[in-house]
């Protein structure tokens, strides 16, 4: 049985979206879909890609990217088994692969493989867009928790990662951090429209109106 932090539904018509709740970090793997067409992106796969396959398999979805929103191991463990069951391109900002590699050396010591650590397919950068079926999501550079932190923009929808949480923000402390990077990404996402759904990388929901309102890192930048 899957575990769903929230139950898949369908959002403004066509956006499917389900989040499932992975590893000892509970870390959210995020499945977008257009729900006419079926064709979906895996965001942060950090860990139990069976379970994530099954998800994918009993609704019919066919994966096109494995979307890392920054390259920490709990949010990409999972992505080689994804990757080589559905040719999924893996996606990420080119300013993580020092994070990535960092990741790597880390898991092997951990009992992981090499090969379980592709490379990317695809680097995105500021401006760029995710497509998949008639979904657009803009890339959005937020960097602070690690260089290449993005998050996907549309559709009334905001993928954050660690960058934002429900009244906290992602730690500057681990290697590659900057506080002073992720006060200014704070601040471009606090642009966005008020009402716009902002699924974490970790916890629950929120909303961006929400954490400028009330997240003690939003009113700080």
């Known amino acids: 049985m899957i575990f769903l932090k929230s139950s898949p539904l369908a959002y403004n018509g066509i956006v499917k979206i389900a ?43 066919k994966p096109a990217y494995i979307v890392f929103t920054h390259a920490h191991y709990d949010h990409v463990c999972g992505a080689r088994e994804l990757k ?3 040719h999924a391109a893996m ?16 898991c092997i010591t951990w009992g992981y493989d090499e090969e379980d ?18 979904l657009c999501f803009s890339v ?9 932190s993005i998050c996907l923009f549309g559709h009334g929808l905001l993928v954050t990662g660690d ?15 900057n506080r002073e990077h992720l006060r200014h990404s704070l601040k471009k996402l606090g642009r966005l429209p008020h009402p716009t759904r902002v699924v974490c990388g970790h916890d629950a929901e929120t909303t961006i109106g929400e954490e400028v309102k009330t997240n003690p890192f939003m009113l700080l930048s």
């Open 163 to 177: 960058t934002l949480f429900r009244g906290s923000a992602g730690r500057t402390d681990l290697p590659g951090g």
């Open 84 to 86: 080589e069951k559905y």
């Open 19 to 61: 989040t499932l709740v992975v590893g000892q970090l509970d870390t959210n793997c995020i499945v977008i879909a257009d729900s006419l067409t079926c064709d979906a992106c895996i965001i942060d796969p950090g860990d139990e890609p069976e379970r994530i396959s099954d998800y994918i398999d009993a609704n019919g979805l």
């Open 91 to 106: 996606v990420m900002h080119a300013d993580d692969m020092t994070t990535y590699d960092e990741t790597k050396r880390l």
């Open 140 to 148: 959005i550079h937020t960097p602070g928790h690690t260089p290449g």
């Open 117 to 134: 650590f592709p490379r990317p397919d695809l680097f995105v950068h500021e401006g760029d867009t995710v497509s998949v079926g008639a």
